[in-house]
T-cell receptor, first 115, second 112 residues
Framework: SAVISQKPSRDICQRGTSLTIQCQVD?????MFWYRQQPGQSLTLIAT?????????ESGFVIDKFPISRPNLTFSTLTVSNMSPEDSSIYLC????????????FGQGTRLTVV | QKEVEQNSGPLSVPEGAIASLNCTYS??????FFWYRQYSGKSPELIMS????GDKEDGRFTAQLNKASQYVSLLIRDSQPSDSATYLC????????????FGRGTSLIVHP
């Protein structure tokens, strides 16, 4: 497994502002993902964070709204930009050691409330 | 569209019973299958992975995979109240991307 540190664990933000969430892993991993989970719902993949290149976004998610950085194999950030109350959710960082369909592990999550 | 289907529940079982959780998937080429447990307010925790047809046992947990029928199940023996959580089935897509697709999860309640 991997030890994943995700910060902040929760935040309350004003609409129109931006929040950057950090994900730090204790070892190098190939795959890093960002998910969103609405209350009572399953996980929705936002994007795959690619080291040294632009993230790969899923349908319905765009870089201007959710810019992602991944400068190395152990760290990534997700920014939620120009927030609205609809962005209130739990955001989760997930990592997989290899790209071969191996297990994925999750950070503790960031509970975001936009007021 | 690759889909993973689970009954949302809740599934209610008495303490000490066997809880059976089921999951079906649409992508016939899927190769890797996982079960996660998620307590309320917490992030998902991996509890089982299975890659080939048949049963895989780990303590009180048994994962079962049937690729021909495209289903995977999780059995929890001697269920405990601490097993009460939402159980998420995840399937790794085929085609080289290996991005897991998650089901909506089944809520399990184990009552004393």
């Amino acid at each position: 497994s991997a030890v994943i540190s995700q910060k902040p664990s929760r935040d309350i933000c004003q609409r129109g502002t931006s929040l950057t969430i950090q994900c730090q892993v204790d070892s190098q991993v190939t795959m890093m993902f960002w998910y969103r989970q609405q209350p009572g719902q399953s996980l929705t993949l936002i994007a795959t964070a690619n080291q040294g290149s632009e993230a790969t976004y899923e349908s319905g998610f765009v870089i201007d709204k959710f810019p992602i950085s991944r400068p190395n194999l152990t760290f990534s950030t997700l920014t939620v930009s120009n927030m609205s109350p609809e962005d209130s959710s739990i955001y989760l960082c997930s990592v997989a050691k290899t790209a071969l369909g191996t297990e994925a592990f999750f950070g503790q999550g960031t509970r975001l409330t936009v007021v | 569209q690759k889909e993973v289907e689970q009954n949302s529940g809740p599934l209610s079982v008495p303490e000490g019973a066997i809880a059976s959780l089921n999951c079906t998937y649409s992508d016939r080429g899927s190769q890797s299958f996982f079960w996660y447990r998620q307590y309320s307010g917490k992030s998902p925790e991996l509890i089982m992975s299975i890659y080939s047809n048949g049963d895989k046992e780990d303590g009180r947990f048994t994962a079962q995979l049937n690729k021909a029928s495209q289903y995977v199940s999780l059995l929890i023996r001697d269920s405990q109240p601490s097993d009460s959580a939402t159980y998420l089935c995840a399937v790794n897509s085929s085609g080289g991307s290996y991005i897991p697709t998650f089901g909506r999860g089944t809520s399990l309640i184990v009552h004393p």
